[in-house]
Structure formats: structure tokens, C-alpha cells
């Protein structure tokens, strides 16, 4: 239970995926104009990130360790999440349209968003068990959507903010970014 | 164009980093220190330049369909090699770049140049493409990486470079540092080409 804590608010909080550990940096820059569409990126990540996840636990656990091959972890996992977000993509589409409507947008980008790669392998890396690695998943996610919710807040009232010309667009992004990191050392040593 | 022309394009005028806004993750996580940049810069341009003559001599055997997959499979075959090589010759820099070795395999520089370019052209261009824009990411990440270590180790590839009595910026090698100084420098380039803009329509000397 204490360990489950743990890594629930170690993954939101302390160390965010987006701010501390710099995963799906290129949705947060991009996809961030406005909170509708940070909110539905946000939960495409997760909904992906979870199945993906688990997935690649499983194949890790029972195809790459058992027949040692664990070298081909990086190749095995990249082709389990595309074939994965390509099945997911045409299920909902098939099955519940109107959830693809508001993520299928958000899945193809998904595919090569290095969180979800990245976070599948730091699972492995810390040697989580299934539970775990569903729990770490879910807190990384729930972070990745807390970034992109509150720098699309942010962005939103930049919109109408006086800027010096150079600082338009990207920079003034990278600078509210860094106020946000700093904002988030403050919860270092909290566990 | 001319080989020289596709070599130099990824320098300045296409940099990945600076101009196309890609490949952003590595840039900002493994820059704490020039050594650290350096090995990412290589292992990247190797991936880059192997992966795009790869994929120019497989140009009229893929199927426009399944291209994409095949790329990654590519990619990720050399990624592995990469990896590989390194925790074999150089342990220390395999375990500070940790997890964005095989990251490389989903930065969109690589992937962007295999569907902009080596899917279209033949080898010999494609090599000098995967080449100029190797050294264009390497430059961006090395000149991030310096500001970064100098002002918050005070220090340049491991030396020192002040004397005992320099106080650290430790908030330079702390992920703050690393946006704040994105934040600088894509700023200063947005000033360079409004300045170049200016200068042409004549309004400022």
C-alpha cells in the first residue's frame, strides 16, 4: 500500500513526467493552445498509456525473458505500441464512434510520443510487477494531463497578454515551462 | 540540389531544433553536461545517417502502404546496434544517457527525414542529408549544453573553469535550467530573423 502511494504521487508530483523527466514534450508545445484539446490529448495518453503498459509487461515477462531476448526489448516494444494504437484506432472506430471522435485525432500522434515508449521501459527498468506497472502508468498519465491542463490555462490568458515580438509563440511557452518545473521542485522530499 | 547543399541545409536553414521544432525531448533532458550532449549527438547522427541510406536503398521495395512500419523497424534495428555498442565501449555515458538511447527511436527527426527525404531519394543524397542534419541537432544540443554547464557546474567537459570561489547557478542543471534556456534561445533566434526581416524591408539598418 505505502509503496502504491509512493508511486502515485512520486510519478504526479515529484518527479512529472513532462517537467522533470521531459517525456511528450512535443505534445505539451503543441497540442496545448486550448484545454479542450489538452484535456482529450490528455486522456488518449492515458487511456494508451495503461493498455501499452500492460502489454508490453507481458510480452517482456513471458516472450523477451523467457527465450532471452531481452536485446530486443527497444524494437519488440515500438512494434507492440504501433500495432497496438493501429488495433485501438480501428476498434473505436468500428465500436464506439463517438469516442473516436473526440481521440482518434490524438492516436496516430500517439504512436510516436516518446512517453509512451519511455514510460514502458522505466517499468521494466524498476522492475515493477503487473500491479505496479498499471499503477505507475496511470500517476505518469494523470501528471502528463496535469501539465498539459495547466500550461493550456496558462496559454489561454498569454493569448492576450502584451509579448515583445520575439518572445511570440514557443519561447514564452519554454519560460511559463520553467516556472512550472520550479513550481514542481517544491515537492521534492515529500516522501 | 547539390550533395553539398543537402549537407548544408540541416546546418542552418532546416536546423531540427531550431527551426523544425523536433526532437525536443532528448535536447532538453540529456543536456546537463557537454559530454553527455556529445555522445547524444553522435549516437543520434549515426542512427540518423545509417537509418536514411537504409531506407533510400529500400525506396522501390516497400509498399507505400506499410512504409511506416517497415521505418520503424529500421530505425529501431540500428537504434539496438547503437545501444548496443555503447554499454559495451563506454558504460558511464550508456548510464547518463539512460533511457533516451532508445528513445532515439521515437524522436520524429529521424522518422520526419525517412518520409521528407530518404524515402524519395537516392542513397548518395540521403547519407549527406542524414549527415548535415546530424550535425545541425549535435550543434543545437551542444550549444544548449554549454550554457547549461557552464553557468550551473561551473565547469566545461569536466573542468573547471572559475576557481573555488564560483557559486553555482544549480538551477541551470535542474529541469528548470533546461527550459529556461530553450526559452533564451529560441527567443533569440525569433529576434535574428525578425532583425533579418526588418533589414530587408528597410526599417532598421
Redesign the interface.
Known amino acids: 500500500m505505502g509503496q502504491t502511494f509512493a508511486i502515485i504521487f512520486g510519478s504526479i508530483f515529484i518527479s512529472n513526467i513532462v517537467l522533470a523527466q521531459f517525456l511528450g514534450i512535443c505534445p505539451f508545445l503543441g497540442v496545448s493552445k486550448d484545454i479542450k484539446s489538452a484535456v482529450g490529448m490528455g486522456f488518449s495518453v492515458m487511456f494508451v498509456m495503461i493498455l501499452s503498459s500492460s502489454i508490453t509487461w507481458l510480452v517482456n515477462e513471458f516472450l523477451l525473458v523467457r527465450f532471452d531476448l531481452e536485446y530486443l526489448r527497444t524494437i519488440a516494444f515500438i512494434l507492440t505500441i504501433a500495432a497496438l494504437v493501429q488495433l485501438l484506432e480501428m476498434f473505436l472506430k468500428k465500436n464506439i464512434p463517438s469516442l473516436y471522435k473526440s481521440m482518434g485525432v490524438y492516436l496516430p500522434l500517439i504512436t510516436t510520443n516518446c512517453a509512451i515508449l519511455g514510460i514502458a521501459l522505466v517499468n521494466i527498468q524498476d522492475g515493477y510487477g503487473l500491479f505496479h506497472t498499471i499503477v505507475n502508468a496511470f500517476a505518469n498519465s494523470a501528471g502528463f494531463l496535469l501539465a498539459m491542463v495547466l500550461m493550456a490555462g496558462i496559454r489561454v490568458r498569454l493569448e492576450e497578454a502584451e509579448l515583445p515580438e520575439s518572445m511570440k509563440g514557443l519561447p514564452i511557452v519554454f519560460f511559463v515551462a520553467s516556472s512550472m518545473a520550479l513550481a514542481f521542485v517544491g515537492f521534492t522530499g515529500m516522501i | 540540389m547539390s550533395l553539398f547543399g543537402e549537407l548544408r541545409k540541416g546546418i542552418i536553414a532546416e536546423n531540427p531544433l531550431f527551426v523544425q521544432?523536433?526532437g525536443?525531448?532528448?535536447s532538453?533532458?540529456v543536456t546537463t553536461s557537454v559530454d553527455n550532449a556529445l555522445g547524444m549527438g553522435v549516437a543520434f547522427s549515426a542512427v540518423l545517417i545509417c537509418s536514411n541510406l537504409c531506407i533510400s536503398l529500400l525506396r522501390k521495395y516497400v509498399p507505400a502502404d506499410i512504409r511506416?512500419?517497415v521505418y520503424?523497424?529500421v530505425i529501431?534495428?540500428f537504434?539496438?546496434l547503437v545501444?548496443?555498442i555503447m554499454n559495451a565501449f563506454s558504460p558511464a555515458l550508456y548510464s547518463a544517457l539512460g533511457?533516451f538511447i532508445?528513445?532515439i527511436?521515437?524522436?520524429?527527426i529521424i522518422?520526419g527525414r525517412a518520409e521528407a527525404f530518404a524515402g524519395k531519394n537516392k542513397p548518395l543524397p540521403s547519407i549527406m542529408d542524414g549527415l548535415g542534419m546530424g550535425i545541425g541537432y549535435s550543434i543545437a544540443i551542444l550549444l544548449i549544453s554549454t550554457i547549461r554547464e557552464i553557468l550551473g557546474s561551473g565547469s566545461f567537459m569536466g573542468v573547471e573553469l572559475f576557481g573555488s570561489n564560483f557559486q553555482p547557478v544549480l538551477?541551470m542543471i535542474?529541469?528548470?535550467?533546461?527550459?529556461?534556456t530553450?526559452?533564451?534561445l529560441?527567443?533569440?533566434f525569433?529576434?535574428l530573423k525578425?532583425r533579418k526581416a526588418k533589414v530587408k524591408k528597410g526599417e532598421v539598418i
Open positions: 521544432v523536433l525536443t525531448c532528448p532538453l533532458a511506416i512500419p520503424i523497424v529501431a534495428s537504434v539496438t545501444e548496443m533511457i532508445p528513445l527511436v521515437v524522436n520524429c522518422l538551477v535542474l529541469p528548470a535550467g533546461a527550459f529556461i530553450m526559452g533564451f529560441f527567443a533569440a525569433a529576434f525578425n
